[in-house]
């Protein structure tokens, strides 16, 4: 088995660190991004499979902002409809009735 070649990235605003992995794979080179495990390609030569774990991480990254932006106004919005309002009510209830441990 090749070497697997590895190098470090941080997404500005993310705060994680992705490491992208290539590796020769007979007459051609695949690449991969642990940490995003549905990023992965195969191509001819070590600079194509580096372009590409490239641009796709930049689309996967922007995918899933994209979810997380939907995901905060959808929550936001339950708030304001009062959506929650039961759980906050549990929860003070519990607090009240001594259920709640100091952490």
Not at 28 to 45: A, F, Q, R, S
Request: with cysteine; glycine share 6%.
């Amino acid at each position: 088995m090749e070497k697997v070649f590895t190098a470090e990235t941080q997404k500005q605003g993310v705060g994680e660190t992705y490491t992208f992995h290539i590796q020769k794979n007979g007459e051609g080179w695949i690449g991969w991004i642990l940490e995003l495990p549905e990023v992965n390609v195969e191509k001819d030569t070590r600079e194509e499979v580096l372009k590409t774990l490239t641009i796709e991480f930049e689309k996967t990254l922007k995918v899933y902002e994209e979810q997380a932006a939907a995901w905060d106004k959808q929550f936001e919005e339950d708030v304001k409809a009062g959506k929650l309002d039961r759980f906050a009510e549990e929860a003070l209830a519990d607090f009240q009735a001594g259920k709640c441990e100091e952490i």
